[in-house]
């Protein structure tokens, strides 16, 4: 009977032990910077010791939208759009949507005293986070309004997830009704990032913060462990077994080229945009399977002879820190304008 009661408290007093270690290792997790981490994963409102700077992150009004953002079918296959007429919020942002299904007003009729500038991107160039007149191709517009001496009208093609086919598709089915002057070519993100083959050999994480916080512990001792970039918890948005970018570095430069002939076709001048991320202000920078989609960027700008926008340099000259980013892709406020001015600075002496 002894032995019986012994191994009962035994039992009971080991499972007291576990469940006060999963707390405090619950605790500790909240508490302590993950092992490993050199990307930058801005949260707003995250505890203080989770990054430094990051306390300073704005925050993006509160969204009441529910079901996500209204989306269509194009006639293309690999597109998507829009829905025409309508209101959605992005990062907060009341953003309405024309007759074409995109950000803004409708577009009125090309007169000769006008210039117009034409987006094209995902989310980023979209403006997540930041209204109208604050997304960085209206800044443009406004200054190279005063710099031609010539109203110069934006037209927001990007789409949130919109790839560089996806783009090239929005510019080819609409850039002779719009007529553009400029089009600024701001693709990436949507492109590189890797999302999961299969789902089911998805990495499962442990729901035990002990496991968690254990191997957080060891981490310095055991092989490098993997970091989301874009989703931290699930590691989408980072190369590994099972994952495929949205666009091979071979489809992203040829959909470059295509638009920026496209764009020379319409007797626009190109611009590309590389955008920068809080990942630029790791001292360790940006990991190869980011700049080798950068370097392909460089490299159709180069053989195209068009006007290469670098972000990331922006943001290094204007000493930007994790306060110009909603996240880890998304320029705040303070980023769109740096991004503007530095637009309208590479295109002062194209007047069209």
């Not at 269509?72 to 829009?82: I, M, V």
């Not at 987006?119 to 443009?140: H, M, P, R, W, Y």
Request: glycine share 10%; hydrophobic share 40%.
């Amino acid at each position: 009977m002894n032995t019986t009661r012994k191994a009962l408290f035994a039992a009971v007093a080991t499972a007291g032990l576990l469940i006060a270690l999963e707390l405090g290792a619950r605790g500790l997790e909240v508490a302590l910077t993950p092992a490993e981490r050199s990307l930058p994963l801005p949260v707003a409102g995250c505890p203080e010791p989770c990054i430094e700077g990051t306390t300073s992150t704005p925050r993006p009004p509160m969204s009441r939208q529910q079901g996500g953002v209204p989306m269509e079918r194009s006639e293309s296959p690999t597109a998507w759009h829009l829905r025409a007429n309508t209101q959605l919020l992005q990062g907060g942002v009341v953003c309405r949507t024309n007759s074409l299904g995109l950000r803004g007003g409708e577009v009125a009729a090309k007169d000769d005293g006008r210039a117009r500038l034409m987006t094209l991107g995902d989310s980023s160039i979209f403006g997540f986070g930041v209204e109208d007149d604050d997304v960085f191709s209206a800044i443009a517009a406004a200054e190279l309004s005063v710099r031609w001496g010539r109203t110069v009208d934006t037209v927001v093609g990007a789409t949130p997830g919109h790839s560089s086919s996806q783009s090239l598709t929005v510019l080819e089915s609409l850039g002779a009704q719009l007529e553009p002057d400029v089009v600024v070519i701001g693709n990436m993100w949507s492109d590189l990032y890797q999302s999961e083959e299969h789902p089911e050999d998805a990495p499962v994480r442990s729901p035990l913060a002990l496991y968690r916080v254990t191997v957080d512990f060891l981490g310095p001792h055991l092989k490098p462990r993997t970091v989301g970039w874009l989703d931290a918890d699930q590691s989408l948005g980072i190369p590994g077994p099972g994952r495929t970018a949205r666009a091979s570095l071979q489809e992203y430069r040829s959909n470059l080229e295509s638009m920026v002939g496209r764009s020379e076709a319409l007797g626009a001048e190109p611009v590309l945009l590389m955008l920068p991320a809080p990942v630029d202000l790791d001292p360790a920078g940006a990991p190869d399977w980011i700049s080798d989609y950068r370097h392909v960027m460089r490299l159709v700008a180069h053989q195209k002879d068009a006007i290469l926008v670098d972000g990331p340099a922006v943001f290094a000259e204007n000493d930007a820190t994790l306060a110009d980013f909603f996240d880890q892709v998304h320029p705040a406020g303070t980023g769109h304008l740096m991004l503007g001015e530095a637009l309208a600075e590479a295109l002062a002496d194209s007047v069209p």
